[in-house]
């Protein structure tokens, strides 16, 4: 996981982000989304914004618990497909590129770091990383999940990958067939999420999970995580469906289903 110079990751606070801020208090990191105008829709680069945040996390022994969270409406509707398609557009940012390939669906099971994720806004395709790669998902009974990639002519393959991790095969297998919005008490029953609360007490449910991990030891937590990871290491799993990906957003099926989103009209399938 070691992407950036150790000597530029000590000076990450200092940092300019685009995509992501970053604050450091307390023995917490917190990563917020900050693109709320494209309902934090994921753009290549803020893939290397978190890289780099997740590697100070990693890197900092003061840190000893991780909490993700999104500013605006939305909390993350997928992948920026115009941008990962190569119109990134201009950004104001001074990570540099990763040494390496970052695989998002990777990422968070290598921080070793005890991750919260807290949702308040709907969470779509791309999305599901940030909820299935922690270790807690506080979310508000009011929120949507949903899969639509299918309605696009598209396969949620990475993240049918990650959710298998939390959730039982046959439900996902569903889920990423069908499309569906799925309620937030279904998820909770599934796995994918750990604690569904109100918009007034969300903040006070995850203030209690972190004084509960901030009373243990963070370097047995660690380790553990660590360890975690290890045992369920697959090597080049998600390399491999980034490549599935590509190959269907590049089939006439999936052209003709992010035209027919951009349009607005139900798309007509080839089967091609």
């Known amino acids: 996981m070691d992407f950036f110079d150790s ?32 309902k934090n829709a994921i753009h290549p680069h803020m893939v290397q914004e978190m890289a780099f945040a997740m590697q100070f996390a990693k890197q900092t022994n003061d840190i000893w618990a991780i909490v993700i969270k999104a500013n605006g409406d939305v909390f993350c509707a997928g992948a ?12 104001d940012s001074s990570i540099p590129q990763a040494k390496g390939e970052v695989l998002i669906g990777e990422l968070f099971n290598k ?9 308040e806004g709907n969470v779509l395709a ?8 922690a270790n807690y998902v506080v979310c508000t009974d009011d929120v949507v999940l949903g899969l639509p990639e299918v309605k ?16 039982p095969k046959r439900i996902v297998v569903d889920w990423c067939i069908r499309g569906y919005n799925m309620p937030v008490h279904k998820a909770k029953d599934y796995g994918l999420v750990t ?3 109100t918009s007034e007490s969300i903040d006070t449910t995850v ?12 370097t047995a937590i660690r380790l553990g995580l660590e360890a975690l990871d290890t045992i369920n290491q697959q090597a080049s799993k998600h390399q491999y469906l980034m490549q599935m990906l590509q190959k269907t957003v590049g089939s006439k099926d999936g052209q003709e289903g992010l035209i027919a989103f951009k349009q607005k009209r139900k798309p007509v399938w080839k089967g091609e």
């Open 152 to 167: 696009r002519g598209l396969f949620p393959f990475q993240v049918m990958a990650a959710l298998l991790e939390v959730m």
């Open 207 to 218: 203030n209690e999970l972190l004084d509960d991990i901030k009373e243990n030891s963070p």
């Open 7 to 38: 000597t530029l990751i000590t000076k990450a606070l200092d940092q300019k982000f685009a995509f992501i801020k970053l604050k450091a208090e307390d023995h917490v990191m917190t990563l917020t989304l900050d693109r709320p105008e494209k």
């Open 126 to 133: 791309g999305g599901f990383f940030f909820l299935a790669g």
């Open 195 to 197: 604690h569904v609360v």
């Open 111 to 119: 921080v070793h770091k005890p991750i919260i994720t807290k949702v």
């Open 80 to 91: 920026d497909l115009k941008a990962f398609m190569g119109m990134v557009g201009e950004f």
